[in-house]
């Protein structure tokens, strides 16, 4: 039996449609709140990309899909669940109303979940009558195949929904991550936009194209990231003396002025307009939905690599695996 | 036949031991130049790793390992050699007269690569008498398993010179970037470096720890910058609109004052010892050689799920493979 009963989303974009994904292909019944027509259609395409993933991932054994509704009705949506993760646009005035009616309209112990990518917990609390059970849970794109899911409370979060929401990822087959102290963007999205910042930069700059850093990442530390990280790659990469011959050795670099950490690239549109042609002909003509299903079977054949050796991303699906085992023996 | 005939290598550290064992594993004699006592043992302790990576990339048909000479005299080193990879300490001025040296020693029609992570070449081949022949060749950590080098060449570099760089090493199983303006750092560096001081900088402010960060990056965005990059995974995430719309909405995110962009952590002690006392907790006890070990098997195995896919680094393996084959034929 599952920890979640009924699952209310709210928004259907790309991380609401993957958030809908996940449930829909644990078994769980879905109500999906969102106005835009365009919400059945999207969520189709969604599917069939997410159903074919995860029936590599999982070739045996997979739960029996769970139920889509979609409504254009918040209350609707709400009535009754168990579980609400909201997937809206990032303003905070549109979330903070959100979760007012939210408050209002769904039973007193459903646990609301908000993916935003930066906003702050507490603040988005704010208008709520019981605050204490809403957190951040911000999950990764494809939601559907990515463990890590960040869970941010605000002043008013009771630590017994951080607890539940631990135990509800986990049985989503996902790795949640609690982050200690609210802080804008959170720690992924900071990394993320650190080295983004920086990519920007060097095509600005004409120093590279969108290919090359893809390139200068994917066939180098790229591949140490997806099983280590930072720290415990640069702790190997100290040798014998480890991480503090490391920091001897290259924690002075920072200082030189390598990397243009003092501003941001202006977006202008000759940028935008530059970067665009450069990852279109990267794509070399493939759809939006031909490279999501490409990285689909990517994410998936490096997951499976990773489980025998119950390592990272590896470790995750491998004990997810003996729990979809369990839930039906 | 390879197109390497002697290879000289200069310096037998984390990185000229890694370039050792992949000349080595690839059929190629090798001289080290290293005058540290300790050289023997220590290239004893990394071909033991590099011969097992190697043996679980390539299964079958090795070519049979070439010969390991170290010396502690420069002109036995290059004396004769085609191919001269330097991996001293990062210091201009050594580096400046060790090309010289080697300038005057090595056979006319060497080629003459440095493996700094940083130094321009236009100012390594100040004092070379034929400076042409020399370009930055810069590698990454672990130098046998993971296949980018990064090639860049100074004003007096010759663009023959680089061409024959490329043919060199993609005979070794790599995958060469032309890096085509001279930058301090390159690419591959900056990107690691800004991602690097802006997880320091979470840890210094006590945000998360050392196995948060690292958890952040693994069980997420790594997983996607593994094969994919920065700009292709979020031209995807910009939905059917692509590159255009995901900049609209993201890019004013960079002017928000999420990242800690201006100013560097100042390198204190006590935050030192604080990295390295998470970074060896995380280490749960495993030594530095068996640390080395599992991130060789989970770089290989992660290289290998993406063969049959012929994508990134699986399609470097796959064409690698297909050399090695047709060299036995």
Wanted: charged share 25%.
């Amino acid at each position: 039996m599952s920890v979640i009963g009924k699952a209310a989303l709210l928004g259907g974009g790309v991380i609401g449609g993957g958030w809908a994904a996940r449930l829909l292909l644990n078994g769980i019944d879905v109500v999906l709140f969102d106005p835009d027509p365009q919400a059945a259609r999207k969520m189709g395409e969604v599917m069939t990309n997410a159903r074919r993933a995860f029936a590599d991932l999982i070739p045996e054994g997979r739960p029996s899909e769970g139920r889509l509704t979609i409504t254009a009705d918040l209350a609707e949506a709400v009535s009754g669940a168990t579980f609400i993760q909201e997937s809206a646009p990032e303003r905070l005035e549109l979330k903070q109303n959100l979760f007012a009616e939210v408050d209002a309209l769904a039973p007193e112990d459903a646990l609301i979940c908000s993916s935003t990518s930066g906003l702050l917990p507490t603040e988005l609390q704010a208008k709520m009558k019981r605050p204490e059970r809403l957190l951040v849970a911000h999950p990764f794109n494809p939601v559907y195949l990515l463990p890590l899911v960040e869970l941010v409370g605000g002043e008013k979060t009771a630590p017994e929904a951080i607890e539940r929401a631990k135990t509800l990822y986990v049985s989503l087959g996902m790795k949640p991550l609690h982050v200690r102290r609210e802080i804008e963007a959170f720690i992924a999205d900071r990394l993320m936009e650190a080295l983004w910042r920086e990519a920007l930069w060097l095509v600005k700059d004409g120093i590279a194209s969108a290919e090359e850093i893809d390139d200068a990442i994917r066939y180098g530390c790229g591949l140490r990231w997806a099983q280590m990280g930072t720290f415990q790659v640069f702790n190997i990469a100290g040798g014998e003396a480890g991480m503090r011959h490391f920091m001897a050795q290259f924690g002075p670099a920072l200082k030189w002025p390598w990397t243009k950490l003092m501003d941001v690239p202006e977006m202008t549109e000759e940028l935008i307009e530059r970067i665009a042609e450069q990852t279109d002909a990267q794509a070399g003509g493939r759809s939006f939905r031909e490279l999501e299903r490409i990285r689909d079977e990517n994410l998936v054949a490096i997951m499976q690599a990773l489980e025998p050796k119950d390592w990272g991303a590896g470790a995750v699906l491998k004990q997810y695996r003996a729990q979809l085992r369990g839930d039906k023996t």
